[in-house]
């Protein structure tokens, strides 16, 4: 079945950096959509970053020019690459797979991982 364990996570100044780790199982990342979305308390889950297996990105108008999605196909792994981070990006993010050729429809999930900004 697909897994997908991000990492990653922590505290970090406004202004810092992070880089999250998806990594996955039981899907070949580099022919699916991968995603990564945020969850703040009180606030409804939304997309920050998308990558398709044509290599179309899009950002969320929140994160662009700050945050950076790619992949090792190699690692079979999904990175985040945040920088310039502020008070707002605090939330839980989850790494996000589709397969829209196997089972169309259907969104797979990790755990989640923790980020914090202090200000």
């Known amino acids: 079945q697909v897994q997908l364990v991000e990492s990653g996570g922590g505290l970090v100044q406004a202004g810092g950096s992070l880089r999250l780790s998806c990594a996955a199982s039981g899907i070949i990342i580099r022919l699916n959509a991968m995603g990564w979305y945020r969850q703040a308390p009180g606030k409804q889950r939304e997309l920050v970053a998308s990558?398709?297996?044509?290599?179309?990105?899009n950002y969320a108008d929140s994160v662009k020019g700050r945050f950076t999605i790619s992949r090792d196909n190699g690692k079979n792994t999904v990175y985040l690459q945040m920088a310039s981070l502020k008070p707002e990006d605090t939330a839980v993010y989850y790494c996000n797979a589709r397969r829209p050729v196997v089972d169309p429809g259907r969104d797979y999930w990790g755990q989640g991982t923790q980020v914090t900004v202090s200000s």
């Open positions: 990558i398709t297996s044509g290599d179309i990105t």
